[in-house]
T-cell receptor, first 111, second 112 residues
Framework: EDQVTQSPEALRLQEGESSSLNCSYT??????LFWYRQDPGKGPEFLFT???AGEEKEKERLKATLTKKESFLHITAPKPEDSATYLC????????????FGTGTRLLVSP | NAGVTQTPKFQVLKTGQSMTLQCAQD?????MSWYRQDPGMGLRLIHY???????DQGEVPNGYNVSRSTTEDFPLRLLSAAPSQTSVYFC???????????FGPGTRLLVL
């Protein structure tokens, strides 16, 4: 059974304090791993898709990396506007219509 | 493009009542899906469609019906609401099932 585990559940950072969010996964053949950002009361907003181990993608203060067992979302010098819940999801090669989501990491960045 | 739109934003139902959650997209996406999000759990797939006239069940389909008569619309029907269906419902769409889905703003449903 495909499974995604995210850690920590919640993370509190000071503005400028860099850190990483973890997404561990088991999947029967990875087609893609997705990172989304979700603000309170809103739908998930797409950030990155990673397809193979060793791949990295960056967007502003965010950088996503992928290994065969986990993905990291690195946040460099975060700002209060980066506060949100970050969701990780995997898509398998078979039954690729379905995304399997983790429970997310709630990030709070204090000024 | 308006993207993925959902109505209503919020709804309160009594147990046993029926309702339809609306989802529409104007991007000519073939693939559409419905997820529910509950506290402490990841988003879970309810039903999906790979094109007009084609639907299939996801991980948690019980208590929900769907149909896809047009490319643009994918309504989710609750025939007899139960308190266990209290949740936030998200519709998503993509051009192809293998592509990254775009999510709508969600419908918050409370069943009393």
């Amino acid at each position: 059974e495909d499974q995604v585990t995210q850690s920590p559940e919640a993370l509190r950072l000071q503005e400028g304090e860099s850190s990483s969010l973890n997404c561990s996964y088991t999947v029967s053949g990875l087609r893609g791993l997705f990172w989304y950002r979700q603000d309170p009361g809103k739908g998930p907003e797409f950030l990155f898709t990673l397809y193979s181990a060793g791949e990295e993608k960056e967007k502003e203060r965010l950088k996503a990396t992928l290994t065969k067992k986990e993905s990291f979302l690195h946040i460099t010098a975060p700002k209060p506007e980066d506060s949100a819940t970050y969701l990780c999801a995997v898509q398998a090669n078979t039954g690729f219509q379905k995304l399997v989501f983790g429970t997310g990491t709630r990030l709070l960045v204090s000024p | 493009n308006a993207g993925v739109t959902q109505t209503p934003k919020f709804q309160v139902l009594k147990t046993g009542q029926s309702m339809t959650l609306q989802c529409a997209q104007d991007m000519n996406h073939e693939y559409m899906s419905w997820y529910r999000q509950d506290p402490g759990m990841g988003l879970r797939l309810i039903h999906y469609s790979v094109g007009a006239g084609i639907t299939d069940q996801g991980e948690v389909p019980n208590g929900y019906n769907v149909s896809r008569s047009t490319t643009e619309d994918f309504p989710l029907r609750l025939l007899s609401a139960a308190p266990s269906q209290t949740s936030v419902y998200f519709c998503a769409s993509s051009l192809h099932p293998s592509e990254t889905p775009d999510f709508g703003p969600g419908t918050r449903l409370l069943v009393l």
